[in-house]
C-alpha cells in the first residue's frame, strides 16, 4: 500500500517590503520544495526553530494558505486540483490543532456547541444523538459531562486544549495536524496533553502530524523526524536514526541543546547571503567555499536522508 | 467626578481593612530565627505577603509569607508555572508591583537594609545601580526609536557621573562584554535593526552596566530560539563569574536551573513549596509538587508508553482550597492537610520545605 499523504516540490513564497518604507519586495521561501510520506497509522515529527516554516507547512496541508506549486497527494487524490466544494469532504478527513487554546475556541460558544458543530456538519450525528456524541468525545479526551455546558473562559488552558482536541477528533478523521500544541501550557499540563495524544494515537489508528520546537516532545511521540531549517528539510529520517545518528550540524546542535548543553555558535555577521548556497552556511562550524556556491540536496535511504556536504556520520 | 473619587475611598478603605486582617495573621517565623544565625545573606525576603485588592472581593493574595535567601555570588533558579507568582516575587524586590497590588507585610533585605522601608527616592538609586533587571520580552523593553547604545548609556548617566566621552566609552566597552564583535557599530544601531538574542544581548549590558550586586532575570530566554537560548545562557553564566553578581534566575524551565543554578526555589500558588540545592534537588526532591514535577518532564533518555503526572489542575488564586494548597493534586495528602497550611520548615542545611511529610 502506498503512502496515505505523500507531499512532493510543496513550494510557498511570500512577497515582503524590503524595509518599512521602500517599495522594493524580495522573496520569501517559507516553505521550499519540501517532499515526504506519511504512512498510515504513523505519526511524523516535524521540528525547528520559529521561523522555519514549520506552521506555514502544516496551513498548507490543510489548504487554507494555497501553496504556489507542489503535489499534495491524500489518497491518490491530488489536493490542490479539487475544487471548492469537494473540499469538504477532505476537511472531514484532516483535521488541526492549534497552539493556542486561548484563541482557537469560540468564546461565545458553550462546548457542546463547539462539539456538535462538525458532528452536524459532516452528518456524524444527528439533532437527536448529538448530545450523546459529545458526551463520547468528552470522555475520550479525558472530561467529564459537567464540562458540556460551559464556557470556554470558564475552563482552564489544559481542558480548553482538550476541548480543541475532542473537536479534531469529532469528524473521524484520518489524519490529525498538532501544531505546537502543548507549547503553551505549563509543564504539569503538557504532561497530561501528551500522553492523551498518545492514548489517541493506540486507540484510535489515527496518522499524525505533530509540530512541536521541544525535540524531547517530538521524540516522545514521533515514529518519523523531519528537520527544517529556513523552509527546507535538512535532515528526515526514523526517530532512533534521528536522535541516535544526528548527521546534520544543525540537527546535532538542535539535539545537544535540548539535552542541555548550551554552547551555540553564533551567526557569522560575514559573508553575504546568497540564494544559491546552503542555506545553513552562515552558522556553520564544517562550512567551506562549496557549501557557498551549491545547494545541498537531500540524500539518502528512506530510513535517514540528509541535505549537507559536508556530512560525517556522529554519535552522541 | 464625584462618584469616581468615592469609588476611591471605598478602594483604599477595603485596603486598609485588608491590611490590619493581614498583620494580626503574622505568627513568629522559624525562618527570619535562622536568618539571624546564618551569615548575612545578600537578599533575604521575609514573610513577604502580597495582595491585590480588588472592588468587587476581597484581597486576592499573589503572594503569601513568601520567604526567600540568595547569597553572594549565587544563581537561585525560581520555578513555577504560570500564575504561581515568579514575576511578582521579582517585582516585589523592585518594588514594581503595579496597583492596585501592595506589599501588605513582610520585609526585603538587601545587603541588610530593608527595602520596604525606603521611600519611592531612595528606591530609585537601588533599581538599575545596585538591583539589576532583565524581562523576558527584548522586544517591548527597548525603546524603538532610540539607538541601543544611547539606551545603555542613559542607565550610566543617571546612576554615575560620567561625562559624554567616559559613557560612550563605557558603553562600548559593555557592549563588548556582552558578545558583539563590532561594539561601536551596534551602537548606532536601532532595536529593530537587531535579532530577538542580540535585543537581549543589550538588555543584559543594561542590567549590568553599574555592576548591581544582583540581577534579577525574569525568564529572559522564553522567547527565544533553543539555539539563540543557550548562547545567551552562556554569555550569564560568563557574566555572573566575572563581575560576581549573584542573580535571580526566573523560569518556567527546570533543565535550565539544572545547567546554571546553585539553589532552586518552587512556587505553587503563590508560596515557595521547596528550597533547595539544584543537585539535591534533582537527585532527591522532597515536595510532592517538585517530585511530580520532575516525572512529568519528557526525559531525554526515558522513552516509555506513558508519562508520570500530576492530577488536577493549577487551582486560580480567586478559589484557593483550605489548608495546603496542594493537597487536592497531592499523592500523599493527609487529613491534616486539607485543614491547615503547613508552615515552611527547615529540614537541613539550606533545605526548605512546605508541607506536613517532613513535620514531626
Given amino acids: 500500500m502506498g503512502p496515505m499523504l505523500s507531499v512532493s516540490e510543496l513550494e510557498k513564497t511570500y512577497e515582503v517590503r524590503k524595509t518599512a518604507f521602500s517599495n522594493k519586495k524580495t522573496t520569501i521561501r517559507a516553505v521550499d520544495r519540501i517532499t515526504f510520506d506519511l504512512h498510515k497509522g504513523k505519526t511524523l515529527g516535524i521540528v525547528g526553530e520559529s521561523g522555519s516554516g514549520k506552521s506555514t507547512l502544516a496551513r498548507c496541508l490543510m489548504l487554507l494558505e494555497k501553496p504556489d506549486s507542489g503535489v499534495i497527494k491524500f489518497f491518490d487524490q491530488d489536493l490542490l486540483k479539487l475544487k471548492e466544494e469537494n473540499l469538504k469532504s477532505l476537511r472531514k478527513d484532516i483535521q488541526i490543532i492549534f497552539q493556542d487554546p486561548y484563541s482557537s475556541l469560540n468564546p461565545r460558544k458553550k462546548i457542546v456547541n463547539t462539539l456538535s458543530e462538525p458532528l452536524l456538519f459532516h452528518q456524524i450525528a444527528n439533532r437527536q444523538n448529538v448530545n450523546e456524541k459529545a458526551v463520547e468525545i468528552l470522555h475520550n479526551v479525558g472530561l467529564d459531562e459537567d464540562s ?48 492523551l495524544f498518545v492514548d489517541i494515537k493506540n486507540e484510535f489508528k489515527i496518522s499524525m502530524i505533530f509540530i512541536s520546537h521541544d525535540l524531547n516532545i517530538v521524540r516522545f511521540i514521533s515514529d518519523d523526524i523531519l528537520v527544517l531549517y529556513k523552509g527546507s528539510i535538512v535532515e528526515m529520517g526514523t526517530r532512533d536514526e534521528i536522535f541516535l545518528h544526528p548527521i546534520h550540524p544543525y540537527t546535532q546542535m538542535l539535539i545537544k541543546a535540548s539535552q542541555g548543553e548550551f554552547c551555540a555558535v553564533q551567526e557569522k555577521t560575514d559573508g553575504a547571503i546568497t540564494d544559491n548556497g546552503c542555506k545553513y552556511y552562515r552558522r556553520c562550524e564544517l562550512a567551506d567555499h562549496f557549501c557557498e556556491a551549491k545547494v545541498p540536496n537531500l540524500q539518502g535511504t528512506e530510513e535517514h536522508s540528509v541535505a549537507c556536504f559536508k556530512a560525517t556520520r556522529y554519535r552522541i | 467626578m464625584v462618584v469616581w473619587y468615592k469609588k476611591l475611598a471605598i478602594w483604599n478603605w477595603f485596603s486598609i481593612m485588608q491590611e490590619v486582617k493581614i ?75 503595579p496597583p492596585p497590588g501592595r506589599i501588605l507585610s513582610g520585609k526585603i533585605l538587601f545587603q541588610g537594609n530593608d527595602l520596604l522601608l525606603l521611600s519611592e527616592k531612595q528606591m530609585e538609586s537601588v533599581r538599575g545601580k545596585r538591583i539589576g533587571m532583565i ?116 523560569t518556567h524551565n527546570l533543565q535550565i536551573i539544572k545547567n546554571i543554578g546553585s539553589r532552586i526555589g518552587i512556587m505553587y500558588a503563590g508560596r515557595i513549596v521547596e528550597e533547595n540545592r539544584v543537585d539535591d534537588f534533582f537527585r532527591e526532591p522532597l515536595h510532592p509538587y517538585s517530585k511530580g514535577l520532575l516525572e512529568s518532564i519528557v526525559g531525554v533518555k526515558k522513552v516509555s508508553e506513558r508519562l508520570e503526572t500530576i492530577p488536577g489542575f493549577v487551582p486560580k488564586l480567586t478559589d484557593l482550597p483550605a489548608g495546603c494548597k496542594f493537597h487536592p493534586r497531592c499523592k500523599n495528602v493527609m487529613a491534616k492537610c486539607k485543614k491547615e497550611e503547613p508552615s515552611f520548615i527547615n529540614v537541613g542545611k539550606s533545605k526548605w520545605v512546605r508541607c506536613y511529610l517532613y513535620q514531626n
Fill in chain 1, 148 to 195: 458540556l455546558y460551559k464556557y470556554p473562559h470558564e475552563m482552564s488552558g489544559g481542558q480548553r486544549q482538550r476541548v480543541a482536541i475532542g473537536r479534531a477528533l469529532a469528524s473521524e478523521p484520518s489524519l490529525l495536524i498538532a501544531d505546537e500544541p502543548v507549547s503553551s501550557l505549563d509543564v504539569s499540563i503538557q504532561a497530561q496533553i501528551i500522553n
Fill in chain 2, 23 to 97: 498583620i494580626k495573621n503574622i505568627f513568629p517565623c522559624e525562618f527570619a530565627e535562622m536568618l539571624g544565625s546564618e551569615n548575612n545573606p545578600l537578599l533575604a525576603m521575609v514573610d513577604v505577603t502580597v495582595g491585590f485588592c480588588t472592588e468587587s472581593s476581597s484581597a486576592i493574595n499573589v503572594l503569601e509569607n513568601l520567604n526567600l535567601v540568595i547569597d553572594k555570588g549565587e544563581v537561585f533558579g525560581l520555578v513555577g508555572e504560570s500564575g504561581s507568582g515568579k514575576t511578582m516575587t521579582a517585582l516585589s524586590i523592585m518594588k514594581l508591583i
Fill in chain 2, 135 to 250: 524581562f523576558q520580552e527584548p522586544m517591548t523593553s527597548l525603546n524603538p526609536v532610540f539607538r541601543v547604545g544611547d539606551q545603555v548609556a542613559e542607565i550610566l548617566s543617571v546612576h554615575t557621573e560620567m561625562k559624554k566621552k567616559e559613557l560612550a566609552k563605557k558603553t562600548i566597552e559593555l557592549l563588548k562584554d556582552v558578545g558583539f564583535d563590532d561594539p561601536a557599530q551596534k551602537y548606532i544601531q536601532y532595536p529593530h535593526q537587531l535579532s530577538g538574542g542580540q535585543r537581549q544581548r543589550i538588555l543584559i549590558a543594561m542590567s549590568i552596566a553599574c555592576n548591581p550586586a544582583l540581577v534579577i532575570a525574569d525568564e529572559p530566554t522564553t522567547a527565544l530560539d533553543v539555539a539563540t537560548e543557550g548562547q545567551i545562557l552562556c554569555l550569564l553564566q560568563d557574566l555572573v563569574c566575572k563581575y560576581q553578581i549573584s542573580m535571580l534566575f526566573i
